[in-house]
């Protein structure tokens, strides 16, 4: 009889450890870390379906898209490297842009603006959802070039930083301020 209590409680066992490293392979998402989403996004001509912005903080809307800010990645959890730009199109809307981002993947990324400073290493990483942030999008791709609307209602230049943040894990995989141009 005892025998048989052990072989199951052994088997109890072997069950909960197996639960347990495949929910914690759900959560981790570690096969995330080797395979890259590559966006190519054009910038957009115009926001779709966006209605005319009331005056506010930018100017009127011109012949061509113009750089309103813009700023380099810095690297926080993970290596990040390209470029963040806002942009006024045409149409008067504006639209986040992140051009030649190189990042690792992972779970849950996601694109905020914050009116967090960034701060070079372990500093830096959690910080962005310390005061004010926007959730703009979940991440299209760890890598390339990518467009986000900004609301129009979204007053921008409240904002001073882009963060790449995992949400699964609050912690910045790399941010970049944004500089008015």
Known sequence: MGRVVGKRWWA???VVAA???AAGL???KPWALWVDETVSEALPTAAPSAPPLAA??????????ATLAQ???ITHEHTTTGTVKVVRLPDGSRTLRLEGLDTSNGPDLRVWLSDAPVKEGRAGWGVFDDGEYLNLAKLKGNKGDQNYPLPPDVDWTAYTSVSIWCDRFDVSFGAAELVRT
């Open 12 to 14: 109890g066992i072997a």
């Open 71 to 73: 700023g380099s990645f």
């Open 26 to 28: 759900v959560w981790f």
């Open 19 to 21: 639960v347990a490293v």
């Open 56 to 65: 506010g903080p930018s100017a009127p809307p011109s012949a061509g898209p």
